[in-house]
Antibody, heavy 120, light 109 residues
Framework: EVQLVESGGALVKPGETLRLSCVVS????????MTWVRQSPGKGLEWVSS????????YYAESVRGRFTVSRDDAKSSLYLQMDSLRVEDTAVYHC?????????????WGQGTVVTVSS | SYVLTQPPSVSEAPGGTATITCGGI??????VHWYQQKPGQAPVLVIY???DRPAGIPERFSGSKSGNTATLTISRVEAGDEADYFC????????????FGGGTKLTVL
């Protein structure tokens, strides 16, 4: 059974730092590109970042570029999102997802999410 | 980044057919994917590559495209289908390749 479990969410103040983790099981992590999306209260899904299976390609949404860094540790079957200089508008539930390609890339499996709250 | 436009809400009675649209320039040349999300839960992929269904998704869910619009159709709507639905494309020409539509809330009357 494929499982993705996020952790690391917390209540922090603006300007502070968080590191989110996503531990996966049920598939060969090193073979798959991965992604982070978020959903702010009352809003839709927003893509945050993606990383290729070999870490060679990394993509970021304009809203987080320069502040967030995506990485992975294949030995630990884990995906990470380093979040620096957090802003109130980063408040959201963050979901990690496994990517697949058929015509184009999409998210085939997703975790339940971890809650990040940025407030003074 | 690529813009996808969805209606904010759609309503349908049980047993009816719900259609959710997703508009975008030249969407006809892009592969469109659809997700279902219920409150407090993870997104669930319901349609990929325009009209393919992942394993476990009922045949009641189907996808299509025509012109600049992609459509998710849910036949024989059930109470359990009430959720937010998002379309998504991968824009290869952008440094922000993922694009989601704003989402459509399906209410089952």
């Amino acid at each position: 059974e494929v499982q993705l479990v996020e952790s690391g969410g917390a209540l922090v103040k603006p300007g502070e730092t968080l590191r989110l983790s996503c531990v996966v099981s049920g598939f060969t992590f090193s073979s798959h590109s991965m992604t982070w999306v978020r959903q702010s209260p009352g809003k839709g899904l927003e893509w945050v970042s993606s990383i290729s299976h070999d870490s060679q390609d990394k993509y970021y949404a304009e809203s987080v570029r320069g502040r967030f860094t995506v990485s992975r540790d294949d030995a630990k079957s884990s995906l990470y999102l380093q979040m620096d200089s957090l802003r109130v508008e980063d408040t959201a539930v963050y979901h990690c997802g496994r990517m697949e390609h058929s015509g184009s890339w999409y998210g085939v499996y997703w975790g339940q999410g971890t809650v990040v709250t940025v407030s003074s | 980044s690529y813009v996808l436009t969805q209606p904010p809400s759609v309503s349908e009675a049980p047993g009816g057919t719900a259609t959710i649209t997703c508009g975008g320039i030249n969407i006809g040349i892009r592969s469109v994917h659809w997700y279902q999300q219920k409150p407090g839960q993870a997104p669930v992929l319901v349609i990929y590559h325009d009209g393919d269904r992942p394993a476990g998704i009922p045949e009641r869910f189907s996808g299509s495209k025509s012109g600049n619009t992609a459509t998710l159709t849910i036949s024989r709507v059930e109470a359990g289908d009430e959720a937010d639905y998002f379309c998504q494309v991968w824009d290869t020409s952008s440094y922000q390749p993922w694009a989601f539509g704003g989402g459509t809330k399906l209410t089952v009357l």
